[in-house]
C-alpha cells in the first residue's frame, strides 16, 4: 500500500504541486494501479513479440519536393533586417566556440 509520504515523493520528483485532496486520494488510486501492474507482470508473454504501439502505423508524410521560390525579394522585404541579399540574424555563438 502507498502512503501519504510516497506521494509526496513522488510528487516532489515529479514537480507536482498537490492539494491536500489530491494527497489524500492519491495513495488508494496509485496503489489500485501498481496492483493492476502486479497482475500483469502473472502474464505468460515468452511467445509475445516486443513491440511500441499495439496497431501498425504508417508514415503519412508526404515526400519532400524541391522547389524554386520565384520571387526572393518578397523575401527579402519581410525580413525584420537584412543586408544586402541575406537576413541578418542575432550572434548566437561566443568567440570560444
Known amino acids: ?3 501519504l ?3 509526496r515523493k513522488v510528487a516532489h520528483l515529479a ?4 492539494t491536500p485532496e489530491e494527497e489524500q ?4 488510486q496509485l496503489s489500485a494501479i501498481l496492483d493492476y501492474v502486479e497482475q500483469l507482470s502473472e502474464l505468460d508473454t ?3 513479440e ?7 502505423v504508417s508514415n503519412i508524410t508526404r515526400t519532400d519536393e524541391q522547389k524554386t521560390f520565384g520571387d526572393c525579394q518578397l523575401l527579402l ?7 544586402d ?6 550572434k548566437i555563438l561566443g568567440e570560444s566556440e
Open 1 to 3: 500500500m502507498i502512503d
Open 25 to 28: 486520494r492519491l495513495p488508494s
Open 5 to 7: 509520504e510516497q506521494v
Open 77 to 83: 522585404d519581410n525580413a525584420p533586417d537584412r543586408e
Open 50 to 56: 516486443p513491440t511500441t504501439r499495439a496497431i501498425d
Open 15 to 18: 514537480r507536482l504541486e498537490l
Open 85 to 90: 541579399d541575406y537576413f541578418r540574424v542575432p
Open 46 to 48: 515468452d511467445n509475445v
